[in-house]
């Protein structure tokens, strides 16, 4: 039984036996996650003090430069999670390939993939915004003891067994679901311990704000732009409020409490949009559905899409499930 107030340990060794493995490997997953969120949330409040943020001089994989949080971030997550004997292999957006873990070793027993956005939102770190961090859990599809292949990564979305992100805002909470409902935690700094303070989120069925960038408005299909205008609209409960951070963690983390819309639809620069399906799209999606909201590509169900390339983008409609489903008409009617 889940109470307010009670610690994120504490919730994690209860609910461990909800869980269809009960093996307890998928605690200390998430226990290592939460660790690492905490390492992170420290050095991101530290950037307006030191001399830390600014680009690396890397360009990652989307070539896009990396700023030194994001690799901060990235080895900060893959070190905490290489170290527990869990994990087989992790692809992130930071790293070209995917990294396997003991692959040299025939007697590991680790059973589960991750994926994750170290730092999303990090061209926000500048100018003191939000970011976050995404995480997407598989159990390998290959054989334990084997080294972890791509198969392992391509995975659909309907396959995860627990998804979660993580806001670096002006409190630091952690979100996440095992496939029984989304839980959020949030972070008491002075002694590192995250309470549960929103027991079993839900996304409003309805919304009135929608996020979405709209310089981009020009290039849109649309289906799309019919939806902005009917948006905008006044008619019943519209003209809908625009909000958009451009961090997909806190546009989605305020429209599922306040009841909302995000969309980062193809271009006719972008023909995939620009979001990426593993690390960004299928775990904001499976927490969107475990909350009753849903999560499209405009036309799919993002979860059902078939995965080809571990760093490939699609387009992304999430959040109260009768705003995504009327922009969903919007598509199909264009
Ligand atoms: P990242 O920092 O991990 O590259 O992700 C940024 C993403 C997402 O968080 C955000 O919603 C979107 O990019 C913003 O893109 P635009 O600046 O094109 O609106
Ligand atoms: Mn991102
Ligand atoms: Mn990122």
Redesign the pocket.
Known sequence: MSRKNQTLGEFIIENQSSFKYTSGELSRLINSIRLAAKVVNHEVNKAGLVDIIGAAGDTNI?G?DQQKL?VYANNKFIQTMTKRNIVCGIAS?EEDDFISINSQDENHQNKYVVLI?P??????IDVNVS??TIFSIYRRVTPVGTPATIDDFLQKGNQQVAAGYIIYGTSTMIVYTTGDGVNGFTLNPAIGTFYLSHPDMKFPENGKIYSV?E??YIHFPQGIKNYIKYCQMEEGDRPYTSR??????S?FHRNMIKGGI?M?PKSSKNSNG??RLLY?CNPMAYIAEQANGKASDGFNRIMDIEPTELHQRVPFICGSKNMVEKAEEFMRNA
């Open positions: 989307q896009e994001d957006e956005d730092l999303d939102g990090s061209s926000n970011v976050g960038n310089g981009n958009y951070i451009g961090s997909l963690v546009d995000y980062y620009k979001l960004e």
